[in-house]
């Protein structure tokens, strides 16, 4: 397997690697022909580029168009793609999270409605890769979130508060993988589904007090349940479910402010998109872009020799 590159850990040296279209259109190419154009057609190994954007090849022995950009989000787009790299840029490594409004001052885009479509576009590849399920040990959780609403100064958040349910593994005293999701309510059947859907049978399972958790045991869990009132003085049971609960309200009400029901199932998966990659910046940057999953990954060399 050849290594991930290294990712750009400022703005300067992502700036000097990603500053040109050329740049990305050259990183886009090395990403799809890693070892030189080849033909899906015919396998022929010489290509013209068609395109006044040198975003489409075609093949010299058989005709066949490629594009750089099929696959990925980029692709038909209008918008050039140093924009969709830093706005990939961005919506990785800043946090807490990025809201469209920022997207588009960041980018010093004319139009909102762009920041919107480009954010929309890179958060539908946050969605789908996480389906395995988590393992070993996990805490599982459910809070109220939300109610946030625009233009409240002060008092009580008013609005609609939805219940979600968080499922996180413990490694070590840090924390593994992520889950969170909505629940229609904090029913045992509920809370049953969630975690089935989440957790491997068999994982240790650990759970507040409440009742509707009992259920867990009966289906393959080793199911720890503690009742808060049985903790420590000042031992907070199930620690890293609510530090990734009050990461994620702090996130949420310091960025998207005013986040319609519709909507937060997408912001939940973003915020898991994020802690699950936390450690792997580049990664989550090229799934968002649509990358990794097509394409096998891109050494530094290949991108540097390409853009040479
Ligand atoms: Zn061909």
Request: charged share 20%.
């Amino acid at each position: 397997m050849v290594p991930r590159p290294a990712y750009p850990r400022t703005i300067l040296e992502f700036q000097q690697r990603f500053g040109t279209e050329e740049a990305c259109r050259e990183y886009l190419f090395a990403s799809r022909w890693s070892e030189g154009f080849l033909c899906p057609g015919c396998g022929g190994g010489e290509a013209g580029a068609m395109h006044r954007r040198r975003l489409v090849w075609q093949c010299k022995g058989c005709g066949h168009q490629s594009s750089v950009t099929a696959g990925t989000v980029m692709h038909g787009t209008r918008t050039p793609l140093r924009t969709w790299f830093w706005a990939a840029y961005l919506v990785t490594t800043h946090h807490p999270g990025v809201s469209a409004k920022q997207l588009q001052r960041q980018l010093g885009l004319s139009r909102y409605e762009t920041a919107w479509l480009i954010l929309q576009k890179l958060r539908r590849a946050m969605v789908a890769p996480e389906r395995s399920l988590l393992t070993h040990e996990v805490e599982v959780d459910e809070f109220f979130l939300g109610g946030y609403e625009e233009g409240l100064k002060g008092g009580r958040q008013r609005g609609k508060k939805a219940l979600v349910a968080v499922a996180i593994e413990v490694r070590g005293r840090g924390s593994g993988r992520l889950r969170l999701q909505v629940l229609p309510d904090a029913s045992g059947r509920s809370l049953l589904a969630f975690t089935q859907a989440t957790t491997a049978p068999g994982a240790i399972v650990q759970t507040d007090g409440l009742q509707a958790y009992r259920a867990l045991a009966k289906h393959g869990y080793e199911h720890r349940r503690r009742a808060q009132s049985a903790a420590a003085p000042g031992e907070q049971l199930l620690p890293r479910a609510h530090r990734a609960i009050s990461n994620l309200k702090a996130w949420m009400h310091g960025t998207h402010r005013g986040v319609g029901e519709e909507h937060l199932a997408i912001y939940l998966d973003e915020y898991v998109f994020r802690h699950n990659r936390r450690a792997t910046p580049m990664a989550a940057f090229q799934t968002l872009l649509g990358l990794g999953a097509l394409h096998g990954p891109t050494t530094y060399d290949q991108i540097t020799r390409r853009a040479a």
